[in-house]
């Protein structure tokens, strides 16, 4: 019995940690999914893409709610990496970039993603006595903290070769890209000048038709 106790007490805490590990990496795979979410619903909200039967301020409210679930997630996934007994990363970590002893570069890049996410978050509830310029101003630093997740949930974590995580990565990679070439052709047709026909092929008018 005095031999049993220590190999279970010892087996609680591998399965413990583990336990803390996959909670982390799954609760940091989700976060890039609501990331994305939250990414193209921006974008459909901006460029009105709801279907003609729902209203715009559906795309917006959902908008909204996935960010709150993403800061949610957040926290599990930040708490349960720093419980982690095998890594050491440290509470300072997590609001100053590089400073990990685990993957210092990879963790980083989470890191920037975090501060400029809640840069984003901040300016969003203090949106009203801000003004709508220097909001949208900051709420551009999304576009930025996007691709720094990205790389982060490349990097961080030793489950790159399972096959459904990558796929679940780059589905994220497909919708945003679609996503943001869209914003950017929307900002493109919107400042470009109107197209004016060439000399060659101008209309004539009809008294100009009788007289050729």
Known sequence: MTIATPLMAG?????????????????????????????????????GSAPRDWPRFVFAEVHRTIALFLVAFLVLHVVTAIMDPFVSIGWAATVVPFLSGYRTFAIGLGTLAVDLGGAVLVTSLMRRRLGFGAWRGVHWLAYLAWPFAFLHSLSAGPDQGIWWVALIEWACVAAVVTAVLARLLAVIRHTAPPSRPSVGFERLTPREERGR
Request: hydrophobic letters at 60%; aromatic letters at 6%.
């Open 11 to 47: 087996a609680a805490a591998v399965t413990g940690s583990q336990g803390r590990w996959f909670v982390s990496r799954a609760s940091g795979l989700t976060l890039l999914v609501l990331l994305s979410a939250v990414m193209v619903l921006g974008v459909a909200t901006r460029l």
